[in-house]
């Protein structure tokens, strides 16, 4: 009864292991999680108030598919303001989150048989996605050694005739790894002379550690910009991860054109209330209050990774960016997903198998949670970890 390319999607991990610890937690298990990919602080107040207002104001009509004329300014001038970038509202369109805008893009540019490049380890939708297009994922092992990055050489091998698109996630969900500007510049010079595209995943733009500063795909060269499909939202650094406010950028017309064309079909325009509550946040009302939340992610991420390093068995790259820890079990255990369900129900604490990303061996830690929680989760991996069989 069911199609053929909906057979082929597999069912988010992180989203199963954040609902079974919710399950459990809500049987009144004594659960930690550390496995949702979203902030545990609150919207900031100024979104709350535009969306407040716009309710007041009766803003529950239908807008335009792309969205409203005053999102895409705001989204329009947060890229130029913010990441040297120049697109006309008519270059942008706003989605239902992030992963909306990459499901919108695999589907206007991918045609059975594509070969889609994906540097491993890799979001757990990445792959999905393009295989439920009909698109060929090809993946770029990394590791620790090069800080989980591909290189150069490693894209240039990678290269078929089928390859249609790079799809470029920096800072990396699920390890923290970010570009530097000499490193995109790396990847620039192997991409010039073909017509490969570039999806270039950047959630997590604002949420960079030890002074970093963030540079963006398409602002690299003119050539990188002419290729680049840039992915952002607010689910991240602004802390709007159930608003669902997700937005794509692309200079090239017929690409736009098809995927307002595919919206208009599917969703229409996202949540009005939401358009209204974004803009705030994108003029930068709200930044002092995205610093905050930076700030206390770098605290974090510095506590749990010093904790993480001083169990043995256990090794860790400290992330520059995002809030995760990648960590190495492979001294103790290879089975990412053995050592993860022995760790949740021998301790109640839930973390996300590296299987889910791509490799094995590891797990991916959020540290978007209190230091109490950090504290203690840590703790329980630590007694568990010397006493593993």
Known sequence: MLSKRVQVLSPSLTLAITALARDLKAQGKDILSFSAGEPDFDTPQRVKDAAIEAIKNGFSKYTAVAGTPEVLKAIAGKLKRENNLDYTPSQIVVNVGAKHSLFNIFQAIIDEGDEVIIPSPYWVTYPEIVKYSGGIPVYIETDESTDFKITPAQLKAAITPKTKVLLFNTPSNPTGSVYSKADLEGIAEVLKGTNILVVSDEMYEKILFDNLKFTSVASISEDMYNRTITVNGLSKSVAMPGWRFGYLACPIKEIVNAIVDLQGQSTSNINSITQKAAIP?????????????????????????????????????????????????????????????????????????????????????????????????????????????
């Open 281 to 389: 946040a994108l003029e930068g009302d709200v930044d002092a209050d995205i610093e905050a939340m930076r700030v206390a992610f770098e605290r974090r991420r510095n506590m749990a990774y010093e904790l993480l390093s001083n169990i043995q068995g256990l090794s860790v790259v400290k992330p520059a960016g995002a809030f995760y820890l990648y960590v190495n079990t492979k001294a103790i255990e290879n089975d990412s997903m053995k050592f993860c369900s022995k760790l949740l129900e021998e301790t109640g604490v839930a973390v996300v198998p590296g299987l889910g990303f791509g490799t094995e061996g590891y797990f991916r830690l959020s540290f978007a949670t209190d230091d109490a929680t950090i504290k203690e989760g840590i703790a329980r991996i630590k007694s568990f970890v010397e006493n593993y069989k």
